[in-house]
């Protein structure tokens, strides 16, 4: 059965020596001190090494099952729930008036990426919560905060985001679900719900669902559209559990993984709902979560992917198969070691180094949104919002391709279930797909984030990635590293360039190449956070840090990223400069 | 559920146009005449869309059920099973003096992948008799091709073959499976056997297991490996079955796909065995197989990726969601095909450009091996020999990749277990593992076909390259292909000469890039390819062929390969250039 570690000692370097946390000026941030954040990353990797972990496996061959109308979590999840709730990591970053702790986001998502890892079905029963406080607390009246928000930080209630039906996914404007204005102010909310996370469990007294339903007047489309608090249980004036509300779950979904997560069809019967934010405001309402929410999925690609690669690494340097071919180096075994095989080592270091960069650059983009939610940071504002489905989309990409490797590592015991790789890989596969397919994501960044505010952040980024370059002139060990990330950074600007071009003339000239420009953002990315990460260890080293090997292998690490990923850039500026012709010749009626 | 339909006339065109079957001059090719090539096709068609497809999910489903140390296969598959006896199906190029057809292999492939495709797993029962028939065919005793081949060309008997054990199988040299000379000339297997695919079922009366073993003498490592016969039940003078053999069923494995097909651990406890070919030669008989074995796999790997992608096609014809970029199509309708939008375009287009890439390099290794075993051509094995680790290792990668996409196209529901999609990755996946996992074809390639006879193969690979280029100087039609096959070509040949020039001081820095280079050859084979099927396009359209529709999207298709794929040839060999130095920097214990 796999096993987890969270590693600590990597996330203590970003956030002490990276991101320089307590000098960042972002109002929380000075309570990170080292001794703080070792201890919390402390805490939660005991939890989620000795009572995560050990539940994946479990969540995976039981499921969820529906019975007589309610929904059953795998054996050993109820108990899981409460100690998490017990520790308080349910309520990190929640507002402490509703009785949250007030950490920053940032430090949800590094204690998130550790309940991640270590049992990624489990975590999205609170995960999913979380997303619902966020749009309590920024929608929410303060008799719907007060009502709410408490129960829901503690998960003594949980949450749930209903958007997609049978027929709609992406395109909301097609929604179907109905709310009639009743009376006393409420609205009888009837429709069907598909895909719902966390829809239904045993593990709280009630399930806050939130809800998209249109709503008479509001007109044709995405603007016809509201958000809805719909209770599992109606919530008495004073506080206690009244009715059940008519919302049943009509059957679970059986999926190619996240089993331990029951994903519902839930269906709306005259529901009793309650109009969250604006009349008619819905989609901008679910927007201002997006980019947490967006985040949130693009941290289970990498955080699914370092548990699969310490799996496989362990099984690398475990396994004895064949013979290093410069020479046999466990003499007194019957073999070597897989890792001493080039190409075993090339899928470890491909998986190390991804998984580095990307929570680099997750952590990055926290942090970014804490700068815009505490200190009204509009520059981080956009950043974040032009750096979001890159991090999802690309992250999410790799993820799995990771998980994939990792599981390859293992051969044919790899295809086994009970060795615990093809669940990585089955439930990483599930973050390319929701909060926005890829494709989606790739279409909002070239779409609409390129060209927002004039093309303002796109250009920020940009000087960004050059003054980082331009910090190490000169600088020989730095030079793998700004090398590529400058020529990379070309090939970025090359490729906006050409949409620029042609977009306006034939929009599908920019679309066709969307989704390569996304991945080549996400290298440019994984770049930039590299050359951070070296001039961080230089720091290190040239103060004369006592773990040296650490730094050491920091940055041998980064110079394979660069060395061997990024020459992706110039496919993928190619591929986008072969426009729109190729992808769009062909007839639909010919495929 | 998801549907099958045979591509005949994609696999007329290649039979037909592109290996001029009739004309190669191949013995028994000559009856390979579009009428019967035809009716072949449509009979295999209707057999894998009617009776093979639809037990796909049903097997998936069911699985495989050990019972009191008998294995049953799920509903439906014996009543197939016979169908396709029936048919004569299993017998398509057995040797006729034991009952078979004596069809040429390449229509074993062209059938196989109709059958691949439709369904996997059900396929490997007689897949896997395919290939110990060929062990038998090739090594046997004139006794023991009587005993054995007419009731396994009839698939009344099956076959399985047994290599790797618990704590090896990439290293042979490990194994612990101990043959005992007895009196009688036969020998007494001990030792266990896992991952063995079709181990036991109840689809025929007898299963022949090919097991290696070690027989005393023949000293240390792979040279001490005899091949033997060991059959479940032992088989009397006059062919009728005699007592069970001393096998037996440890346990069916747990796996991510091929549910329908058992993998088994099989117990040899002083089972009688009957030694197959030369004593300690067994490393020797089995790799004689290896190139049809190999090839097969490849085979599965654009197999699934084509049924994946007439799924995927299918929804995105139907699936309503957004509008065209360019302006609503579908005006009469709530929203445009998901096929409107470029991004999705960009998934089929990049499935349907390798599936038929893959299809035609598949279809002409076959071709290959038929002129190795018809006609003596040992420039054919050589080259056959050359590309069989790209078609193993190359196909199987990609058309995993493909069939991610082809889920990716249905969005949340491809996740749903129901929708058939999740099934086509899980079954899809084992073909990069077994059969000899990608890494190791790629170590195959690098390591030993490049330099096999002096390097004269992929010498001949490059002027075969070179001469189909030069075929086309100055058609301005061909251009898009010889262009870019031209540059491609070109990367791989300084890909090899990096090996040559790095390769014996450091062995590591080939190794480092084999997988690399297995990729990059990937590619430079399906755009000669791609070559090739423009040029047949080009002479059907110059003679006035009246379905153009379908050799214009032929073209269209390939220029789209050309123009978006081999732009990875210049990423992989920047990775090979990039040396041993990044891969084998790190030390073992830093990971």
């Known amino acids: 059965m796999p096993s987890y570690t969270a590693p600590a000692k990597d996330m203590q370097f970003l956030l002490q020596e990276v991101l320089n946390v307590t000098e960042a000026g972002v109002p929380g941030y000075e309570e990170l001190e080292p001794a703080f954040t070792a201890a919390v990353l402390e805490e939660a990797g005991k939890l989620a090494s000795e009572v995560l972990a050990p539940l994946n496996a479990v969540g995976d061959a039981e499921g969820c099952v529906l019975e007589n109308g309610v929904v059953r979590t795998p054996a050993g999840f109820k108990a899981a729930f409460a100690a998490m709730k017990e520790g308080g990591w349910t309520a990190l970053d929640g507002h402490p008036e509703h009785g949250g702790q007030g950490l920053p986001y940032l430090m949800q998502c590094v204690v998130g990426e550790i309940f991640v890892s270590a049992n990624m079905a489990f975590n999205m029963y609170q995960g999913l919560t979380h997303g619902a406080c966020s749009a309590i607390q920024a929608h929410g009246s303060d008799e719907q905060k007060a009502t709410y928000l408490p129960k829901m930080i503690a998960c003594d209630w949980t949450g749930t985001m209903n958007l997609t039906e049978p027929h709609c996914g992406t395109d909301l404007g097609l929604l179907r679900s109905r709310a009639e204005p009743q009376a006393d102010g409420s609205y009888r909310i009837t429709g069907q719900k598909i895909f719902i996370s966390a829809g239904d469990h045993d593990l709280a007294e009630n399930i806050i669902h939130l809800v998209l339903a249109k709503a008479p007047g509001g ?311 590299w050359a951070r990460m070296a001039r961080a260890a230089h720091v290190a080293l040239d103060a004369g840090a006592p773990d040296r090997a650490f730094y050491e292998a920091k940055l041998t690490t980064g110079r394979y990223y660069m060395a061997r990923h990024l020459p992706a850039c110039a496919m993928h500026l190619a591929r986008i400069e072969s426009g729109a012709e190729p992808v769009m010749a062909l007839d639909a009626g010919a495929f």
């Not at 190390?352 to 983009?365: I, N, P, Q």
């Not at 003054?467 to 590293?481: I, Q, S």
Request: aromatic fraction near 8%; proline fraction near 2%.
């Open 219 to 529: 007109g044709e489309g995405t603007r016809g559209i509201s958000l809805f608090i719909v209770p599992k249980f109606l919530v008495n004036a004073d506080g206690s559990l009244g009715a059940r509300n008519a919302v049943s779950v009509g059957k679970i979904e059986k999926k190619m993984g996240i089993h331990g997560n029951a994903t519902c069809v839930l269906d709306y019967d005259g529901a009793t709902g309650f109009l969250l934010g604006e009349l008619h405001k819905g989609m901008r309402a679910m927007f201002t979560m997006m980019n947490e929410a967006r985040l949130g999925v693009g941290l289970q690609g990498y955080a699914v992917a370092e548990a699969a690669y310490q799996n496989a690494r362990a099984y690398a340097k475990d396994r004895l198969q064949g013979r290093a071919v410069t020479g046999a180096e466990n003499t007194a075994g019957p073999a070597d070691p897989l890792i001493v095989h080039p190409d075993i080592r090339r899928m470890l270091m491909d998986q190390k180094s991804f998984v580095e960069g990307a929570r680099a650059l997750t952590f990055w983009g926290a942090s970014l949104i804490d700068r815009h939610n505490r200190q009204g940071d509009a520059a981080a504002d956009g950043l974040i919002g032009l750096l979001t489905p890159v991090i999802k989309g690309f992250q999410t990409d790799k993820g799995f391709e990771m998980a994939v490797q990792a599981q390859q590592i293992f051969g044919g015991h790899g295809y086994i279930e009970e060795q615990g790789m093809s669940q990585f890989v089955r439930d990483a596969r599930i973050a390319m797909i929701y909060e926005g397919a890829n494709g989606v994501q790739a279409l909002d960044l070239v779409g609409r984030k390129l060209a927002a505010d004039g093309g303002r952040h796109v250009m920020g980024f940009f000087e960004m990635v050059k003054a980082e370059c331009k910090a190490h002139d000169g600088d020989d060990r730095m030079k793998p590293f700004t090398d590529a990330l400058k020529a990379a950074s070309k090939q970025l600007q090359a490729a906006g360039m050409f949409f620029m071009q042609n977009g306006m003339k034939n929009p599908n000239a920019a679309l066709a190449g969307s989704y390569d420009f996304m991945h080549l953002m996400g290298h440019v990315c994984l770049g930039l956070m």
